[in-house]
């Protein structure tokens, strides 16, 4: 169940994730997004793409590099890895309204619960993970209050992946991209404060759907 921004006071801000498969065109809605932010809500939100220059360089390691390539031996390290840099990231940010990409909740309920029912991580290791997500949560205030969901086809991410040729995605299959997929629509799908953008359409179109709801959403502040 996603955070409700009453029960959290006012120190906490109110937090906004957009979430999506891998290549579901997030960066580009970011990049969107925070030229919008700066043009209409100057000083009220904060925009904050996921670190994955830090997965690609945590402490001398690329570990995105290396869950991708062998998943089965590194998810629950790079799960690790995540959790933390996510935490530190986004955690301090001064502003009334924060927009991250991603958030610490799908690290569980997408990608270490892929990993979960794949054998790559064990119902202990997956705990784990779960207490220490609910523990930084608690203690940084940084529960998710909604989410807007950038659901595109793995088709159409996995083009768009093969493309943007990034080294470290060349082991990525359309198979896990399918699985993730699965994972997010079960967990988002009958979720409440989610907004469910569909992330085929023209960017255009994509856009100014995400504009709407950030001026539905941000009206109140």
Avoid at 2 to 8: E, G, I, R, T, V
Avoid at 16 to 44: Q, W
Avoid at 136 to 153: A, G, H, P
Avoid at 170 to 186: G, H, I
Wanted: some cysteine; hydrophobic content about 35%; proline content about 2%.
């Amino acid at each position: 169940m996603l955070a409700s921004y009453s029960d959290l006071g006012e120190s906490h801000p109110y937090r906004i994730s957009l979430e999506g498969g891998i290549a579901a065109g997030k960066s580009c809605v970011m990049d969107h997004l925070d030229d919008y932010v700066k043009r209409s809500y100057t000083n009220l939100i904060g925009v904050v793409s996921e670190p994955i220059f830090q997965w690609k360089s945590y402490r001398g390691i690329n570990w995105l590099k290396l869950f991708y390539e062998d998943p089965a031996k590194y998810s629950f390290q790079f799960q690790n890895v995540v959790l933390q840099t996510l935490a530190n990231w986004y955690k301090n940010r001064p502003m009334k309204v924060l927009l991250t990409e991603r958030s610490l909740d799908s690290c569980i309920n997408v990608f270490a619960r892929c990993s979960l029912q794949k054998g790559y991580i064990s119902a202990n290791q997956y705990e784990i993970l779960r207490g220490w997500r609910d523990i930084v949560c608690e203690e940084n205030r940084m529960k998710t209050d909604c989410i807007i969901y950038l659901k595109t086809s793995p088709a159409i991410c996995y083009e768009r992946m093969k493309q943007r040729n990034r080294l470290e995605e060349k082991a990525v299959t359309l198979e896990y991209l399918q699985e993730l997929e699965v994972m997010y629509d079960d967990w988002l799908c009958n979720e409440l404060n989610v907004y469910i953008v569909n992330g085929d359409r023209d960017q255009r179109e994509i856009y100014e759907q995400i504009n709407l709801i950030i001026d539905s959403l941000t009206c109140k502040f």
